[in-house]
């Protein structure tokens, strides 16, 4: 089934191991039916990204640009909204 998920969460700094700023989706095994790296199209508070959400600690997360957090205007501990559409549709096999 192709991936079409929206939702709200707070931006988190410092996650993984590279230290970035981070959008974290819960249940993300449900909803993308897999626990690895799945590549995505996002929409961030409306900018356009294509990226990939990364198993971190039972959940994925979705790294965040310093370049979409300006052009968002947000930083870590703010709300964005994620919509998010599949990038390849073998990615989730």
Known sequence: MPLDHSFITILLGDMGPHR??????????????TG?????????DGVAVTTSLLPYRGRHLLPVKQ?????????PGDTVTVSLRDAEVSTRA
């Open 20 to 33: 970035w700023t981070c959008a974290i989706l819960d249940d993300s095994t449900a909803i993308l039916g």
């Open 36 to 44: 690895k790296a799945v590549k995505v199209q996002a929409l961030i």
């Open 67 to 75: 370049a979409i957090l300006d052009a968002i205007d947000k930083k």
